[in-house]
């Protein structure tokens, strides 16, 4: 771990530069910056116009890393998203094309509309930060991130994402509508021009990617790992759910809680440092019974109240 305020500052600089952008937000802002310094991937599920693809760009300017955006549509194909070989006339061999995902955040837009062949596509690199195109490996830049957004309130020509491509998300973020006085500001913010149009980087992609090695070094005591493993196995023997969080799950935990004690200067994670994770980290990878479903309850819900159950280590 840096002393002192060394990493802390630019990290200030990045959450300062998308305030810009995105206002009035600073808890998804918070929550996106822990997953980039975990090395996870985020899907923002909101209404249409709250700026999920506008804060994805703003990301990528500000950290000075190759962005590419893929709008997923339901005739996109596999080979759209990875890359393929291209005949050339000229020598008579085939040259590999490589695709969009070949950058260091790719922003999958409107991810539920593609078939699930294609967003299968993603599956490989969002756990492996790799694709297999026609039987070669292909390792991708690092860092990796897939940004992905999905529409919740319209379901014509969508396709539900499967469980396992949502466990591969670290967190899921509801970016939500802003407060009135908030939309005062966003409408006068962009009066003459845009505000991310003038955004500069504040991170270089070396200083990020020093920032992830060093989140790995961030203390986890026995205590609060069984704190987190005893709330995610409640979370398969809960009556009210049908799948709990996997293993994969509890891992992306360890992993944010670490990134979350670093953001704040610690070079050792707390029990606060979970709770305030398990509403982002835990709810998308639930699967609710029947009974649960229409009985009205949420998966934020049940998550909170199991957080509630498990005593907290000291």
Do not use: W
């Not at 300062?16 to 991937?41: F, P």
């Not at 998203?81 to 005949?87: F, N, P, R």
């Not at 949502?166 to 913010?189: C, H, K, M, Q, W």
């Amino acid at each position: 771990m840096p002393s002192g305020e060394s990493h802390r500052e630019p990290l200030r600089r990045l959450q300062e530069n998308l305030g810009l952008v995105i206002r009035g937000k600073a808890e998804c802002l918070e929550i996106l910056t822990i997953a980039l310094l975990a090395g996870g991937s985020v899907l923002m599920e909101d209404v249409p116009g709250v700026g999920k693809t506008t804060l994805a760009k703003a990301l990528a300017k500000s950290v000075d890393l190759s962005f590419n955006r893929v709008q997923f549509t339901p005739d996109l194909l596999p080979a759209d998203i990875l890359g393929s070989s291209i005949y050339n006339p000229v020598d008579g061999q085939f040259n590999f094309r490589p695709g969009p995902i070949f950058s260091h955040v790719l922003l999958a837009d409107e991810i539920n509309r593609a078939s699930p062949r294609t967003q299968s596509a993603l599956l490989e690199a969002m756990s492996e930060s790799q694709a297999t195109i026609e039987g070669v490996r292909h390792v991708l830049p690092a860092p990796f991130l897939v940004l992905a957004t999905e529409n919740p309130v319209e379901f014509h020509g969508t396709y539900p994402l499967p469980e396992a491509q949502l466990d591969r998300f670290l967190v899921l973020i509801n970016i939500g509508y802003p407060d009135a006085a908030t939309e005062l500001e966003i409408l006068y913010a962009q009066q003459s021009d845009k505000p991310i149009d003038q955004l500069r980087s504040v991170l270089t992609r070396e200083e990020l990617l020093e920032m992830q090695r060093q989140v790995c070094d961030v203390k986890v005591a026995k205590n609060v790992g069984r704190y987190m493993v005893e709330i995610v196995e409640r979370t398969r023997r809960d009556p009210r759910l049908r799948l709990g969080v996997s293993p994969r799950g509890t891992l992306m935990l360890f992993r944010a809680a670490q990134a979350s004690a670093y953001l704040h200067g610690r070079d050792y994670v707390l029990p606060d440092d979970v709770q305030s994770l398990t509403g982002y980290v835990l709810p998308h990878r639930l699967m609710l019974t029947s009974q649960s479903k229409y009985s009205g309850a949420t998966k934020a819900e049940i998550i909170a109240d199991i957080v509630k159950q498990v005593a907290v280590p000291v």
